[in-house]
């Protein structure tokens, strides 16, 4: 899930950087500082903006760097277990396929794709259903949800993350849309 949120946290600027246009400055460390990081909730910081200094900035005895409050507005993401998401095929392995929604990436084992027997098609990075003859390969678009997850906030792309198709309304894109485009079990066509 995507949310917008002000917050307020205290960024390290260093010496070297003083001579410098102090508000460009104070932009420039506050985003390198927090932009691409994972905090505690398990939210991960993709942009900010609207970086304002609050209050004059301290420095500590035997460092030199100035240590300035500052006040931002943060686009964070933040899987929640249960979600519903969306994302794209970025890997096809043996034992299941990597997804990519918003900065992260699940897994999507081989018993959590479908509801049918899997051939691996190693050759051609595809998973293959016995007996559906439907594909799973890199490109493809699906809709999963996360049934585990596990976040390393100190390196986020190594986050464990899994998800399941294995429910209606779930599954690659062009499978729900054949399957709602398919007349009923009676045979009546809406």
């Known amino acids: 899930m995507y949310l917008l949120t002000t917050k307020e946290k205290v ?38 903006t609207n970086v304002e200094q609050v209050g004059p900035g301290r420095i500590v005895h035997g460092d030199g760097a100035v240590y ?5 507005d943060a686009l964070m993401f933040r899987p929640l277990l249960q979600e519903v998401i969306e994302g794209t095929v970025v890997e096809v392995l043996k034992f299941g396929a990597f997804v990519r929604f918003g900065p992260l990436d699940g ?15 190693q ?7 016995k007996d559906t003859k439907r594909d799973l390969k890199v490109g493809d678009s699906v809709r999963a949800r996360i049934v ?17 198709m ?25």
């Open 123 to 129: 050759d051609n990075g595809r998973l293959i259903g």
């Open 11 to 48: 960024v390290r600027i260093p010496p070297e950087m003083l001579g410098e246009d102090l508000d460009e400055v104070v932009n420039r460390s506050t985003r390198a500082t927090f932009e691409g990081s994972m905090e505690s909730g398990n939210s991960y910081t993709i942009l900010i």
């Open 68 to 72: 300035q409050n500052v006040k931002y």
């Open 148 to 164: 585990a997850l596990s976040i390393n906030e100190r390196n986020p792309r190594e986050s464990k993350i899994g998800l399941t």
């Open 166 to 190: 294995r429910q209606p309304g779930l599954g690659k894109i062009e499978w729900l849309e054949e399957d709602h485009n398919t007349p009923d079990a009676t045979g009546d066509e809406e």
């Open 107 to 121: 897994l999507l084992h081989v018993s959590q794709i479908m509801d049918d027997r899997i051939d691996i098609d």
